[in-house]
């Protein structure tokens, strides 16, 4: 019966864990679309670090957020101050571990859950960073933000109609690329 009080406990705190950090990218990413309601077209280096400062800052906070939902229940069923709840919170939900707080044997599986589902969320919170940025260079740049950036221009991106080059990265001589004077490209082996 415990391990599925246990576990129920897991569930829901991962699910309450997952519906903030969601929640809190929505309500970032329409901050951001009112803040930019033209678009984040050439902010300059000095608004897109502020874009990207204030972005993470935010993002910092949600995290803070996550890790005092785990730290209210720590403190409630397990740990006897919030100072406790918090440090072993933020000790497992960061994947550092706090070796110093132990939770009771029939609760320690929170601690890894909290771990798995912090990592997860970091990763969430990145992927949205690089995203934005990623955005920021493509607007600022757009060459720096394609596939081929810093590669020479192709025969078709130079006008040359009926070209026939060879894929620098195949170094194969059966596989060719030919420009169709259409702008079509097809491969032929």
């Given amino acids: 019966m415990v391990f599925l009080h246990q576990n129920g406990a897991a569930v829901i705190l ?19 679309k009112a803040q930019f309601p033209n678009g984040i077209h050439r902010l300059g280096l000095f608004h897109s670090f502020l874009l990207v ?12 957020v996550e890790i005092l939902l785990w730290a209210a229940v720590y403190r409630v069923r397990l740990l006897a101050s919030w100072e406790a709840a918090f440090y072993f919170s933020a000790a497992d939900y960061s994947t550092v571990g706090a070796g ?11 601690g890894p859950v909290e771990s798995l589902t912090g ?21 600022e740049d757009p ?3 394609e596939l081929g950036a810093g590669a020479p221009p192709s025969a078709s991106e130079r006008g040359e109609d009926h070209a026939v080059a060879l894929r620098p990265e195949k170094q194969d001589s059966r596989v060719a690329i030919v420009a169709h004077a259409a702008g079509k490209v097809t491969r032929t082996a």
């Fill in 143 to 145: 060459g720096l933000s």
């Fill in 100 to 110: 110093d707080l132990l939770l009771p044997p029939t609760w320690r599986l929170l």
């Fill in 14 to 32: 991962v699910a309450l864990t997952i519906l903030v950090q969601c929640a809190g990218m929505t309500a970032l990413i329409h901050w951001i």
């Fill in 119 to 139: 990592m997860l969320m970091c990763g969430l919170s990145a992927s949205f960073v690089f995203a934005i940025v990623t955005r920021l260079i493509a607007m």
């Fill in 53 to 64: 400062v204030r972005f993470t800052s935010l993002l910092v906070c949600l995290h803070m």
